[in-house]
C-alpha cells in the first residue's frame, strides 16, 4: 500500500452536535484541498484504547487541524474536556522528538476567538491560532489557506470556491441521502466522509 503520510491530515474536534456544522466543513475542505481527513470517529473498534487509536492517526499523519474552542464545563462534572489540548500537545510532541518523517509535521490550531487561548494555554503562545467565529465558511478559508501553504501545492482551488462547493454540496446532500436511504441525522461520520469524496469526484 502507498504511503499517505502526506495526504493525511488529522482532525482533533469536539464530536459534539453543535460543532457538527464547523467538522463537516472542515472535512469538505480538507478533501477538496486534495488530501484526506483522518479521524478517531472512523474507526470503530472497540478492541482498540481511544488514546492508542489517537497516537496512531498522529503517527500517519504529516498535518493536523487542532480545534481548541470547546472549553466549557460540562453541565454534570463542573469541569473542562481538555482531550484537544492533550491530542495537540502529542502532535506537536512528535513533531519536536520524533524522526525525521515526523520531524516536518505541520498543525493548524482553531479556536473561536482570537487570543482567547491566552486565557487557559498559554504555552502555545508563538504558534499562529486562527479564529473561525464558529462560522464553518471561516473554518474552510483557514484549512485552504494554512494546506496550501503547509503543502506548497498548486493545484488547491480558492477558500471562496471551496466554500461555494460546500453550500451546493450540503443542498444535494438529502436528496443523496434519499437515494440509499439514511436519515441526514443517521450519518456517521464515515458517512459523511464517504458522501463528500464520491460527490467531489464527479463535481
Known amino acids: 500500500m502507498a504511503d499517505?503520510?502526506?495526504?493525511?491530515?488529522?482532525?482533533?474536534?469536539?464530536?459534539?452536535?453543535?460543532y457538527l456544522s464547523i467538522r463537516n466543513a472542515i472535512v469538505f475542505a480538507v478533501y477538496d484541498c486534495g488530501f484526506v481527513p483522518k479521524c478517531a470517529l472512523e474507526i470503530d473498534n472497540s478492541g482498540e484504547v481511544r488514546f492508542d487509536k489517537?497516537?496512531?492517526?498522529?503517527?500517519?499523519?504529516?498535518?493536523?487541524?487542532?480545534?481548541i474552542?470547546?472549553?466549557?464545563?460540562?453541565?454534570d462534572t463542573k469541569l473542562p474536556r481538555f482531550n484537544?489540548?492533550?491530542?495537540?500537545?502529542?502532535?506537536?510532541?512528535?513533531?519536536r522528538y520524533g524522526?525525521?518523517?515526523?520531524?516536518?509535521?505541520?498543525?493548524l490550531i482553531l479556536d473561536k476567538e482570537q487570543y482567547r487561548y491566552q486565557k487557559f494555554i498559554s504555552d502555545i503562545a508563538g504558534h499562529d491560532v486562527?479564529?473561525?467565529?464558529n462560522n464553518p465558511e471561516k473554518a474552510i478559508s483557514h484549512v485552504r489557506n494554512w494546506l496550501?501553504?503547509?503543502?506548497?501545492?498548486?493545484?488547491?482551488?480558492?477558500?471562496?470556491?471551496?466554500?461555494?462547493?460546500?453550500?451546493?454540496?450540503?443542498?444535494?446532500l438529502p436528496d443523496?441521502?434519499?437515494a440509499i436511504p439514511i436519515d441526514l441525522d443517521e450519518l456517521t461520520y464515515n458517512d459523511y466522509s464517504n458522501f463528500v469524496s464520491e460527490w467531489l469526484s464527479t463535481n
Open 148 to 172: 496550501n501553504s503547509a503543502s506548497a501545492r498548486r493545484t488547491i482551488p480558492g477558500g471562496k470556491e471551496i466554500q461555494r462547493r460546500f453550500r451546493l454540496f450540503e443542498s444535494e
Open 4 to 18: 499517505t503520510y502526506t495526504d493525511n491530515v488529522l482532525l482533533n474536534c469536539p464530536f459534539d452536535d453543535r
Open 99 to 107: 524522526d525525521s518523517k515526523q520531524k516536518h509535521k505541520n498543525c
Open 69 to 75: 474552542s470547546r472549553t466549557e464545563l460540562d453541565p
Open 130 to 133: 486562527r479564529a473561525h467565529a
Open 84 to 95: 484537544m489540548p492533550l491530542e495537540l500537545g502529542v502532535f506537536i510532541g512528535a513533531n
Open 54 to 67: 489517537i497516537q496512531r492517526l498522529i503517527d500517519e499523519s504529516k498535518f493536523g487541524v487542532h480545534d
Open 176 to 178: 443523496m441521502c434519499a
